[in-house]
């Protein structure tokens, strides 16, 4: 039989020495060491109320029942505490959020983003094919201040149209897409347009000089800017072959559209001016564009 520890003053029973070994153990196990939270996203983006989960653990990260935490908040005018822990941004800009508990105080700090707009383009048209475009959607809160550190996920409608992807947009096909940038209820959209590039680039015609285009059926939208290599007034005609499109006079600019319902063409012409005309000079892009919605 082992012998019971001896002490001065005599000897310690074994249940005693036991039960203050466990006390020793619960008392490490009941101390608490810190308190935890989850519930609170970072940053806040909305004045909805979020429910903080609260509890105090000891150093084990074991959960301490009958601790309760109080709450509070600075400042006032950015953030707001309920007493059950539900926390609600007033306004953009950061606060600190004060848990104590258990004899214990932790501090919580509160971004506090609140948009009221994404600034987005109106829209885009974007030539199918040709490389990606940067685009950033700006976030701004009360008064138009801008909330740089906020970013606002940006997605298409059709990524087969147009894709976005590392911050830029893709024109991947012909047709029309959405790109939406949403921030809780607050929402911006962008329309995109891909077209196919069908001619593009300078043009120089003789006078008397005819540039034809052939055309399948579709929409077009013909862009043409030119001037004469001298200092003489004169410029080109315009005329759509298989459309009800009605021709164009002569001037120095044209910039319009027409829907072809059957294969036809583009003709563009230097007016012949019996002898005195002179060449022109410029550029002419000529885009298939989608349907309308």
Same mark, same amino acid.
């Given at each position: 039989?082992?012998?019971?520890?001896?002490? !001065?003053?005599?000897?310690?029973?074994?249940?005693?020495?036991?039960?203050?070994?466990?006390?020793?153990?619960?008392?490490?196990?009941?101390?608490?060491?810190?308190?935890?939270?989850?519930?609170?996203?970072?940053?806040?983006?909305?004045?909805?109320?979020?429910?903080?989960?609260?509890?105090?653990?000891?150093?084990?990260?074991?959960?301490?029942?009958?601790?309760?935490?109080?709450?509070?908040?600075?400042?006032?005018?950015?953030?707001?505490?309920?007493?059950?822990?539900?926390?609600?941004?007033?306004?953009?800009?950061?606060?600190?959020?004060?848990?104590?508990?258990?004899?214990?105080?932790?501090?919580?700090?509160?971004?506090?983003?609140?948009?009221?707009?994404?600034?987005?383009?109106?829209?885009?048209?974007?030539?199918?094919?040709?490389?990606?475009?940067?685009?950033?959607?700006?976030?701004?809160?009360?008064?138009?201040?801008?909330?740089?550190?906020?970013?606002?996920?940006?997605?298409?409608?059709?990524?087969?149209?147009?894709?976005?992807?590392?911050?830029?947009?893709?024109?991947?096909?012909?047709? %029309?897409?959405?790109? %939406?940038?949403?921030?809780?209820?607050?929402?911006?959209?962008? !329309?995109?347009?891909?077209?196919?590039?069908?001619?593009?680039?300078?043009?120089?015609?003789?006078?008397?000089?005819?540039?034809?285009? !052939?055309?399948?059926?579709?929409?077009?939208?013909?862009?043409?800017?030119?001037?004469?290599?001298?200092?003489?007034?004169?410029?080109?005609?315009?005329?759509?072959?298989?459309?009800?499109?009605?021709? %164009?006079?002569?001037?120095?600019?044209?910039?319009?559209?027409?829907?072809?319902?059957?294969?036809?063409?583009?003709?563009?012409?230097?007016?012949?001016?019996?002898?005195?005309?002179?060449?022109?000079?410029?550029?002419?892009?000529?885009? %298939?564009?989608?349907?309308?919605?």
């Amino acid at each position: 039989m082992t012998p019971s520890p001896i002490v !001065p003053g005599g000897i310690i029973p074994r249940t005693v020495f036991a039960a203050a070994c466990l006390a020793a153990v619960l008392g490490c196990e009941g101390k608490p060491a810190r308190i935890d939270y989850t519930g609170l996203p970072d940053p806040v983006l909305d004045r909805a109320m979020h429910r903080l989960e609260v509890v105090v653990v000891n150093g084990k990260g074991k959960p301490l029942k009958g601790r309760s935490v109080a709450f509070a908040v600075e400042p006032a005018a950015v953030a707001e505490v309920t007493t059950d822990g539900s926390v609600r941004c007033a306004a953009s800009g950061d606060a600190t959020l004060t848990l104590s508990g258990g004899g214990l105080t932790s501090s919580v700090p509160i971004h506090c983003r609140v948009p009221t707009m994404i600034r987005m383009p109106g829209a885009m048209r974007l030539v199918a094919g040709s490389a990606a475009v940067p685009l950033k959607a700006e976030v701004v809160g009360e008064g138009g201040a801008p909330l740089s550190d906020v970013t606002a996920p940006i997605v298409s409608t059709d990524p087969a149209i147009v894709e976005f992807a590392s911050g830029a947009v893709r024109p991947v096909a012909f047709g %029309r897409a959405m790109l %939406r940038a949403v921030l809780g209820d607050v929402v911006a959209v962008t !329309p995109v347009e891909v077209v196919t590039r069908v001619a593009g680039g300078p043009i120089t015609l003789k006078d008397g000089a005819v540039h034809r285009v !052939p055309l399948d059926p579709g929409t077009y939208e013909l862009i043409a800017e030119v001037r004469g290599t001298v200092r003489v007034a004169q410029g080109v005609t315009v005329a759509w072959e298989g459309a009800a499109c009605p021709p %164009r006079p002569e001037a120095e600019s044209h910039r319009e559209t027409c829907t072809l319902r059957t294969s036809g063409a583009l003709v563009v012409a230097n007016p012949a001016q019996m002898g005195v005309g002179v060449p022109v000079s410029g550029t002419l892009t000529l885009d %298939r564009i989608p349907p309308a919605p």
